[in-house]
């Protein structure tokens, strides 16, 4: 289960967007991340370790053709759905839709 308060304070954070983008192309290991969203690997780490966190990604382990092993990260919520503020200031509804 994915709490949004936690979700929406890291999608809040630097660089968390451009990671989020970099995510969106499939697994893929956190130097390449790096690359792709110009933040630096520390901080790349940090926002995947938070997204891991609240839900939104997931770490898996690939081989690659030269037999090392590596920690890749992929996206485990495909898209994110708010509905309408009520008359009370809120948020009614949240939808997350899982990727497979």
Do not use: C, H
């Not at 792709?36 to 940090?46: D, E, F, L, N, Q």
């Not at 309408?84 to 009614?92: C, H, K, L, N, T």
């Amino acid at each position: 289960m994915i709490e949004l308060d936690e979700l929406l304070t890291v999608l809040a954070k630097a660089y968390t967007n451009d990671i989020l983008a970099a995510l969106d192309k499939g697994p893929i290991p956190a130097r390449e991340i790096a690359e792709i969203s110009g933040a630096s690997r520390p901080t790349v780490y940090r926002r995947l370790n938070q997204l891991e966190a609240v839900g939104a990604v997931e770490t898996t382990m690939s081989m690659p053709s030269n037999g090392q092993q590596r920690k890749e990260f992929r996206l485990v919520i495909e898209e994110l759905e708010f509905s309408p503020v009520s008359d009370r200031g809120v948020v009614e509804d949240v939808d997350f839709v899982a990727s497979n």
